[in-house]
T-cell receptor, first 111, second 114 residues
Framework: GIQVEQSPPDLILQEGANSTLRCNFSDSVNNLQWFHQNPWGQLINLFYIPSGTKQNGRLSATTVATERYSLLYISSSQTTDSGVYFCAVERTQGGSEKLVFGKGTKLTVNP | DTGVSQNPRHKITKRGQNVTFRCDPISEHNRLYWYRQTLGQGPEFLTYFQNEAQLEKSRLLSDRFSAERPKGSFSTLEIQRTEQGDSAMYLC????????????FGPGTRLTVT
């Protein structure tokens, strides 16, 4: 099946710093989503971005489908950005409709 | 749009008991998914429905697990004869389907088997 690798696994920042999270995937996809999982376990949708670039406030994401990677940018980080960030993809071929998740990047933003 | 809801939010049960979880998807989303997440891992796919039809099941879904989506609305996930290894967060998601594949997740049901 498709492989999803996220890096780095852990990231510690001071408030106000910028960061880049990476997601590599091993096959063509028709869906790529970035999520933030809060301390209560809720997965919050950040971006639906199978290709191209999107921005939402301090967050932006870019997916280069031909090179099979996606980047999530967090600017001017805040303590509330802490949590685990997941990348998840759905393959284009094979009829499988499921999201396959990476292992996540655990972000800690210190005041 | 009230989002995906799941009940109960927490469930503690003794080994060997049966448990049932409910998921209410976003209205008019015809696709509904179940995932399981253990500590320190990303969610893993269990099964999905398009309307009332169960179209795919993971190998993770042993014979003790069964899911239904009667009438294509809410869904239930039942685990029979629970084992300690079933302890996990069970997540439900829904999506509108073609042409938009984005999945929206509920808050999850945290199961603890003692």
């Amino acid at each position: 099946g498709i492989q999803v690798e996220q890096s780095p696994p852990d990231l510690i920042l001071q408030e106000g710093a910028n960061s880049t999270l990476r997601c590599n995937f091993s096959d063509s996809v028709n869906n790529l989503q970035w999520f933030h999982q809060n301390p209560w376990g809720q997965l919050i949708n950040l971006f639906y971005i199978p290709s191209g670039t999107k921005q939402n406030g301090r967050l932006s994401a870019t997916t280069v489908a031909t090179e099979r990677y996606s980047l999530l940018y967090i600017s001017s980080s805040q303590t509330t950005d802490s949590g685990v960030y997941f990348c998840a993809v759905e393959r284009t071929q094979g009829g499988s409709e499921k999201l396959v998740f990476g292992k996540g990047t655990k972000l800690t933003v210190n005041p | 749009d009230t989002g995906v809801s799941q009940n109960p939010r927490h469930k503690i049960t003794k080994r060997g008991q049966n448990v049932t979880f409910r998921c209410d998807p976003i209205s008019e989303h015809n696709r509904l998914y179940w995932y399981r997440q253990t500590l320190g891992q990303g969610p893993e796919f269990l099964t999905y429905f398009q309307n009332e039809a169960q179209l795919e099941k993971s190998r993770l879904l042993s014979d003790r697990f069964s899911a239904e989506r009667p009438k294509g609305s809410f869904s239930t996930l039942e685990i029979q004869r629970t084992e300690q290894g079933d302890s996990a967060m069970y997540l439900c998601a829904s999506s509108p389907g073609t042409p938009r594949w984005e999945q929206y997740f509920g808050p999850g049901t945290r199961l603890t088997v003692t």
